[in-house]
Each structure stands twice: as structure tokens, then as C-alpha cells.
């Protein structure tokens, strides 16, 4: 099991930045990848940004060129850098890992391929 703690959300103007860490710990040595995931009220969890073991990321379409996920292996910590932010980006933030079995990357922002979850951490964005 992989217990998950975010941290870094807040209050930020259209065109700000945050950036969002997750800490990792526990059997870390199983994660075969992470990812963030965020929520809006009333809508569905949706992946904004993903990564594996050997660094190959993944980002949804409308975080492109302002987001970027990196990990500090180390640290067993997992960042996202966000920049360019917009109201449309307010939501709970969540980190997830999968450390059950590998799976294609093509899976890697579908909240399914995760088995252990964070907290959450708030980010609004005011226009």
C-alpha cells in the first residue's frame, strides 16, 4: 500500500502560478506510475497529467504547454507546475499511483489505473 499527501494548492489571478507536490510513502518501490487527476464540482474526475518509471509523461489536451509533471525520485515526491492559470483550471487536485501491475501508457489518465489516491488539494482560480 502507498499512502499519498498533496500539498501546494491555494488562491491564484488568471495568468498566476502554482505548483502542486504529492509525497509518497510506504512500499513506493511498487509504483509503476503517477498521475494528477482534478475535480470540479458536478463534473467528472478527469487526468490532467501523468508519468511513469522512466519519465515518459502524459498531459490532457487543455493543460498542454502550461502544465508540467516531474518526480524526484529521492524525494518520492511527484510535482506539477502549473502556469498560465485560468478559472477553468479550479477544481480539487488529487495525486494517484498504480502499483499493482504495468499497463499501457494509452491508460495512463483514466482514473481506473489507479489504485491508491490523496486527499486532494484546492486550487481556485480568480479571474
Known amino acids: 500500500q502507498v499512502q499519498l499527501v498533496e500539498s501546494g494548492g491555494g488562491t491564484q489571478q488568471s495568468g498566476g502560478s502554482l505548483r502542486l507536490s504529492c509525497l509518497a510513502s510506504g512500499y513506493t518501490q511498487n509504483i509503476y506510475f503517477m498521475a494528477w487527476f482534478r475535480q470540479a464540482p458536478g463534473k467528472e474526475r478527469q487526468g490532467v497529467a501523468a508519468?511513469?518509471?522512466?519519465?515518459?509523461?502524459k498531459y490532457t489536451d487543455s493543460v498542454k504547454d502550461r502544465f508540467t509533471i516531474s518526480q524526484d525520485n529521492a524525494k518520492n515526491t511527484l510535482y506539477l507546475q502549473m502556469n498560465n492559470l485560468n478559472p477553468e483550471d479550479t477544481a480539487m487536485y488529487y495525486c494517484?499511483?498504480?502499483?499493482?501491475?504495468?499497463?499501457?501508457?494509452?491508460?495512463?489518465?483514466?482514473?481506473?489505473?489507479?489504485?491508491?489516491w490523496g486527499q486532494g488539494t484546492q486550487v481556485t482560480v480568480s479571474s
Open positions: 494517484a499511483a498504480r502499483t499493482f501491475s504495468p499497463l499501457s501508457s494509452s491508460w495512463y489518465l483514466g482514473a481506473d489505473s489507479y489504485n491508491n
Open positions: 508519468i511513469d518509471s522512466d519519465g515518459l509523461v
